[in-house]
């Protein structure tokens, strides 16, 4: 078939064979080695011998496909002083065919749930039969994932692998996500089937569906038709069809889709449809401008009454049917973000107060857990996820939240995840300052007077005095400014960098540290949806997926960074080249020059020291 796939590619059409050409798959493998002997061409009619699984089968056509209309062109190619991989000068005699590749898996029915073994070895040695060992389909699926990186065309047409390799490959992180909100913006199916290809593809397998928030609620509940009146439209509705056509794509492709209904918080649209009793402070002013009074931190309000009763059985049903559609172990039940103000607005909460002075909001977030983690509980192997809010509030934290329920961390970076697993829970890392992806883009509230300037405003005195004093108390009164952080509060923009360069389990003891199950970088999408996610995940995403399945530190432990630099653009293009609309890093110029675009001249500006 004929390159359609990179246009760059095309440019780059011959490589002359003395030129030794640095493959470099991403994520980098736990361990790979190569050979010697001269490239490994592959045969036309590469044969494929694997036990019988639909799954398996299916992929194997994918990638059969992938490679032969790819005609991969490594694009950015490390040069001295960090050659990688190290590629001796032979002579490239292309006197080793590979014909066949066989695979073993020693099971063939383990279920894609949390924790499934996704190890796999690869072999393209001398001979004209590769091998792919794994223990389950899944392990299978990502060998599969690395071979489509490794097979590049041979400047004619032809497809070659540089060298005999050999791979041995597990990821570091059970846990490898990225966060899509479908609440404020809506996505279309295709979007998430594009967003789940380019998980497989950077072996990142979780999907986190952020199904609803308090501005839309896109998803169809039998059990309350009416629900689907607060989307976005007739046309931007979840069916249980779509939702497990949705599961089954990503099934196919070794990535777990997880829902989260969030939960008290963030409620509104669609529990309003069943009750309009169910929800509290819907109908506020959110109030940033006169914050002690806010019932939200972003427009609109809304959140579950906690104390009237018929929110109970909203929430049972509308769980229970949810859960039922999921086929994931997991369940993400929200708590994210619960504003104390919201229930002034509750008759039935302020009067809970008033039968017992003594009872503080403490008491009610608990008893909102002990009436709701029994319906969330609904079957023997069902994990709940929260977010970290209902431990560590300031405000509004739960006195004693199930030791098996996992915390997704979001703020203080890793002074939280830190708090966190010293109590004892498994965290899912998705620190602000590190992992969100939405982060930098310009506040999106309407009627803001702070763009209403002509001039830069000179930094208050007060302001200026008490940064001097104490940098992070002052930063948020100095990022309101005009010149700060331009009204997104988690600016700046995480760039692949800041991603890549986190190291999740900093500052943890080694029992601690066994209690990070791995990461996610959420999208937040009020300001995007299907004409922005791609650019806004990929390849940024494609980052974390090194960081949490091979690590971002070389066998010495120092950063790899800057050899990251070559991987990332590479995989950019070829993310490109894939239909996935991925951002721009660097003027390509810097592609063609591998470190011509680096800040420091020192290949060691980044490296260490090692941890
Ligand atoms: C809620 O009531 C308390 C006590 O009356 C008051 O201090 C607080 O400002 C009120 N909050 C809102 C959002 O109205
Ligand atoms: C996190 O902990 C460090 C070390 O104890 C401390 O210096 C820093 O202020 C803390 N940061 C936050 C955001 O809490």
């Not at 009627?447 to 002052?474: E, K, M």
């Amino acid at each position: 078939m004929k390159a359609i796939v990179a246009s760059i590619a095309a440019a780059i059409a011959f490589i002359p064979a003395s030129l030794a050409v640095a493959v470099n798959p991403l994520p980098a493998p736990r361990e790979i080695s190569w050979g010697h002997s001269g490239s490994v061409k592959i045969d036309r009619d590469l044969e494929f011998i694997a036990p019988a699984n639909t799954i398996l089968t299916n992929a194997i056509k994918r990638t059969n496909k992938m490679i032969w209309k790819e005609q991969w062109v490594p694009q950015a190619v490390e040069k001295k002083p960090v050659d990688y991989p190290p590629f001796p000068d032979v002579k490239r005699s292309e006197s080793i065919t590979l014909k066949k590749i066989k695979f073993s898996v020693s099971d063939l029915h383990a279920d894609l749930q949390a924790g499934v073994d996704e190890s796999y070895t690869l072999e393209i040695g001398t001979g004209s039969t590769g091998t792919i060992k794994s223990k389950t389909v899944w392990g299978a699926l990502h060998a599969l994932a690395t071979l489509e990186q490794i097979v590049i065309s041979d400047g004619h047409k032809g497809l070659i692998i540089e060298e005999p390799v050999t791979i041995k490959d597990e990821p570091l992180y059970p846990h490898r996500g990225v966060m899509l909100d479908t609440g404020r913006n809506f996505l279309s199916l295709k979007s998430i089937y594009r967003q789940i290809d380019a998980l497989a593809w950077s072996k990142l397998n979780v999907l986190h569906w952020h199904i609803d928030d308090a501005q839309s609620w896109p998803l169809e509940i039998k059990a309350h038709p009416k629900m689907t009146k607060d989307a976005y439209s007739s046309k931007e509705i979840y069916t249980h069809t779509d939702v497990k056509n949705v599961i089954a794509y990503a099934k196919a492709r070794g990535v777990r889709v997880i829902p989260e209904i969030d939960m008290p918080g963030h409620s509104a649209s669609g529990w309003r449809q069943i009750d309009p009793k169910i929800v509290a402070c819907g109908n506020s002013w959110w109030s940033n401008d006169n914050w002690p009074a806010h019932t939200a931190v972003e427009p609109n309000p809304g959140q579950l009454d906690i104390i009237y009763p018929k929110t109970y059985d909203a929430i049972k049903s509308v769980y229970d049917e949810a859960s039922s559609i999921f086929a994931d172990n997991y369940f993400h039940v929200g708590f994210d973000e619960l504003q104390v103000g919201c229930y002034n607005d509750s008759s039935y909460i302020q009067d809970w107060f008033k039968a017992d002075p003594s009872r503080t909001y403490q008491d009610l977030a608990q008893y909102y857990i002990d009436k709701a983690v029994p319906i969330f509980q609904n079957k023997k192997d069902r994990r709940l996820i929260m977010w970290e809010d209902v431990v560590t509030s300031a405000d509004i934290p739960a006195k004693n939240v199930p030791k098996n329920i996992i915390m997704q961390t979001w703020n203080n970076g890793p002074n939280n995840t830190k708090v966190l697993t010293a109590k004892g829970y498994d965290v899912i890392v998705s620190s602000s300052d590190f992992f969100y992806l939405d982060c930098g883009f310009g506040g999106w509230v309407g009627n803001d007077p702070r763009y209403n300037v002509d001039y830069s405003p000179p930094l208050d005195a007060s302001i200026s005095d008490a940064f001097a004093a104490d940098p992070t108390t002052a930063y948020s009164a100095v990022s309101f400014n005009y010149g700060g952080n331009g009204g997104s509060w988690c600016a700046p923009y995480k760039t692949w960098q800041r991603i890549y360069d986190y190291d999740i389990t900093i500052g943890l003891t080694k029992a601690e540290a066994k209690h990070v199950l791995g990461g996610e970088a959420p999208l937040w999408a009020e300001q995007s949806d299907d004409t922005t996610v791609d650019s806004k995940v990929w390849p940024r995403a494609a980052a974390l997926a090194e960081l949490l399945w091979s690590g971002n530190r070389d066998s010495k432990g120092l950063k790899r960074t800057t050899q990251m630099t070559s991987r990332i653009l590479n995989y950019r293009e070829r993310l490109v080249g894939r239909g996935v609309g991925a951002s721009p890093l660097m003027p390509r110029y810097c592609l063609n020059n591998p470190h011509a675009c680096d800040l420091y001249l020192d290949q060691t500006a980044v490296t260490g020291p090692a941890l």
